[in-house]
């Protein structure tokens, strides 16, 4: 993607200058938050520092704060810029650091070059700070300096240059001796380039198991090879008793490339030589010492990777320092060893083999990424590599011995799961909980790729027992075509069932008094969606989840009609779960009633707060108004004051009041002081509108431009679990509406369904 220059000085330039702030953790409003956070109270903690050291932790960010240290003698391509021109770099990993990992970060440029004043500034540093990411060091200063400060300190230090590079093209090697079918410990390796991520890569390959006396690493001047006198005690560990000269010597024969010097230094005549089925990484940014179209043009049979967003298998260290520093941080490392780095590669490599969700299909415009040759390791933007590569790092740390604290891993990965929003924690409970009694879940969809990828994922991860409706060879060839494996899924013909008859009588039982014959019902029964319903009410299944291909009403249509409201109600009616940060909604109706009255709007609180319970969430429900408990008197806002008082009268218990004004429901304290008398015990998590069209707008709006996930539509008030999906829903969307449906069938179970 071509960058244009004033495109990119307006970026760091534009409203704010520069790219990263300090944003207050705690509430700072009032003079009692003044007296907290400084003088008087904050002497408190300071006392129980003094007495306790290892709980600067709890008082203070230590635990997540990270210093990123520059000198700026050798920044990205740039060289020598020095420490001032190197901030906006820093600036940058900062920004990494907190997106993908959480963590917090002070960039810190010191004006020396001297390795000596760098290594007191980071001693000097160890009381503030949780780790230190050396960076845009020149080398070998590089390596004295971690060296030193490994030595002395006992927080966790890594320059990134070096081992970021090795640890990410240590994973994509493993993968790609596998696609090859090579050996590791018989390949040969030529390196371009000797320094600091050269020497460190050609060290973690050692240890991955390439052997030492198998790699060639090459400079400007040529090999490294035994009669030089001009190397430096880092570069003599990879001289080799060899006759090669030039790169091009290096290269020949060779089984892997490993390119981090400058582009366009690898010609076409070079790589062609290379043993067959070459591995070949061509690391230089922006321009890779020979580009892709080009490597393959001489060598067809080669794998390829760059450093480069715009190619297939990108080497790019941001799939390693924020989450190698998140694990070692939370285990309160001392230090970031070599077993915690090779854990880290391991968890890439073996991260690269899953199934790859559509949320990182769709990040990147592809349709699908499979393991192979085009994907060795994961793309960057792929939030599950924290959730792999972190808790492997501290788990290396506690194995290693050198965690200030144990790690349980499964719950730290579901500590971690958070950090994305508290959309995922809140599924992952709901997922835990369809894990303990996997119901039975028919989609009548089941000729389409992504049902059936959602379905292949319920089914690994044991949530639910999917089936899939349709014509079983065209299921077969979709699912062929999109690389999913149906193995062990259910798959179902309704118009070759043997029970077709049975449920088309079922169906004409039904439906007979409202204008169906017994051929129509026969013909409705080989329709995969009245199938998948007709087998809800048969008891052969347990939920029913549909609606992707077709619009909202004409799927919802069939469920009312067949299965209908539970006892006791008129009315169905649509909720979506709008998670925020720090808060959960649950707003209703958003799909179904459009301008219902009080007793619909009482039924839609109703069976809202019900849905609700079930989750284990307590119910805090807001009749919705432009008016505050008699306000306005006006007929809408009189509607929902009867829909009020029939839901105080019917359930006494239910923590419900209005009507009221948005604000007033969400801002406790305009609740509690305000309208003390509201029987609301805090600030509402439900919220019940006048109308579809307020419910609609402010759901999508929300989700739009307020930053919150929506989760729904959420069908409630049915007599069994039927879940209609948004039109063209991706997968991750798919599985969220069939966990919920789990649950949901869950607590259906245990009510027989109306005849």
């Known amino acids: 993607m071509p960058i244009r220059r004033d495109e990119a000085l307006e970026y760091h330039a534009g409203g704010r200058p520069g790219k990263i702030q300090v944003t207050p953790t705690k509430p700072f409003k009032n003079q ?51 420490p001032s021109a190197a901030k906006p770099v820093m600036e940058g990993k900062a920004i990494l650091f907190k997106s993908f990992a959480d963590l917090d970060v002070f960039d810190l440029e010191v004006g020396s070059e001297d390795p000596e004043d760098l290594i007191r500034f980071c001693q000097l540093l160890e009381p503030t700070v949780g780790g230190i990411n050396l960076e845009d060091v ?23 240059d ?59 001047r040529g090999v490294l090879h035994s009669g030089r006198q001009d190397l430096d005690e880092y570069k003599r560990r990879f001289a080799r008793d060899t006759k090669s000269r030039t790169a091009a010597d290096a290269l020949r024969g060779s089984d892997v490339l490993v390119g981090l010097s400058v582009g366009g230094i690898v010609s076409a005549e070079m790589v062609a030589g290379m043993a067959p089925r070459p591995v070949i990484f061509a690391l230089a940014n922006p321009d890779p010492e020979i580009m892709p179209d080009d490597a393959r043009r001489a060598r067809p049979d080669a794998i390829v990777a760059t450093g480069r967003s715009d190619f297939p298998n990108q080497v790019n260290n941001v799939l390693g320092f924020p989450f190698i520093f998140r694990g070692a941080l939370d285990a309160r490392a001392r230090a970031i060893n070599e077993e915690m780095k090779m854990a880290a590669t391991r968890a890439l490599a073996a991260l690269a083999k899953e199934e790859v969700p559509d949320s990182v299909t769709q990040a990147y415009g592809i349709e699908r990424l499979r393991f192979g040759p085009d994907y060795l390791i994961p793309k960057p933007f792929d939030p599950r590599v924290l959730l792999w590569v972190a808790p492997a790092v501290a788990w290396a740390a506690v194995a290693s011995g050198v965690a200030g604290r144990v790690i349980e891993v499964e719950q730290y990965r579901a500590e971690l799961e958070a950090r994305f929003g508290r959309a995922r924690e809140i599924m992952r409970g709901l997922a835990t909980r369809a894990q303990r009694d996997p119901q039975r879940i028919v989609f009548p969809e089941g000729e389409n790729p992504r049902i059936q990828r959602a379905a292949r994922i319920l089914a690994d991860d044991g949530t639910a027992i999917p089936t899939l409706l349709g014509d079983p060879a065209r299921i077969a060839r979709a699912a062929a075509d999109a690389h999913i494996p149906l193995d062990d899924l259910q798959v179902a013909n309704p118009r070759t069932a043997p029970d077709r008859d049975a449920m088309a009588r079922e169906m004409w039982e039904r ?31 347990d939920a029913v989840v549909a609606g992707l291909d077709v619009h909202y009403p004409d799927a919802i249509r ?78 809408a806002a009189e509607k929902v004051r009867r829909a009020v008082a029939l839901l105080h009268e019917r359930e006494p218990r239910l923590q419900v009041d209005g009507e009221m004004q948005a604000d007033t429901a969400v801002v406790e304290r305009i609740l509690t002081q305000t309208y003390p008398f509201a029987r609301l015990k805090g600030a509402a998590n439900v919220l019940i509108f006048p109308n579809l069209d307020a419910a609609n707008i402010a759901y999508k709006l929300l989700d739009r431009l307020g930053g919150a996930q929506a989760i729904g539509p959420i069908l409630v008030g049915m007599a069994a679990p039927v879940h209609i999906l948004q039109r063209g829903s991706d997968v991750d969307a798919i599985v969220n509406m069939a966990v919920i449906a789990a649950v949901d069938a869950q607590e259906h179970r245990r009510k027989p369904l109306p005849a």
């Open 138 to 160: 020149r080398s070998p200063d590089c390596f004295h300096i971690e060296e030193r400060l490994r030595e002395t300190l006992s927080i966790p230090v890594f320059h990134d």
């Open 511 to 541: 439906r007979r008094r409202k204008g169906i014959t017994l051929r129509e019902a026969g013909a409705r029964a080989e329709d995969p969606m009245h199938y998948a319903l007709l087998m809800l009410r048969a008891g052969r299944a």
């Open 162 to 220: 070096q081992h970021g590079t090795a640890i990410i093209s240590g994973a994509a090697l493993l993968n790609a001796l596998e696609v090859v079918g090579k050996d590791i410990g018989a390949v040969q390796v030529a390196f371009i380039g000797a320094g600091a991520a050269a020497i460190a890569t050609a060290e973690h390959y050692v240890r991955l198991g390439v052997a030492r006396e198998h790699i060639t690493m090459c400079d400007h």
């Open 32 to 82: 009692r938050d003044l007296s907290l956070a400084y003088t008087p109270g904050v002497a408190e903690p300071c006392q129980e520092i003094v007495r306790a050291p290892e709980s600067v932790y709890a008082y203070t960010a230590k635990g997540n704060l990270v210093a990123v240290v520059s000198n700026g003698t050798a920044v990205l391509g740039l060289g020598n810029i020095g």
């Open 558 to 635: 069939p469920a009312l009609e067949l299965i209908g409201a539970e006892p006791g109600r008129r009315h169905v009616s649509g909720i979506y779960m709008l998670v925020l940060p720090h808060q959960t909604f649950f707003l209703a109706d958003c799909t179904v009633n459009i301008d219902p009255d009080a007793e619909t709007l009482a039924e839609i609180a109703s069976a809202t707060a019900q849905f609700v319970s079930r989750l284990a969430i307590e119910p805090r429900v807001a009749m919705l108004s432009f008016s505050n408990f008699g306000s306005v008197k006006h007929p």
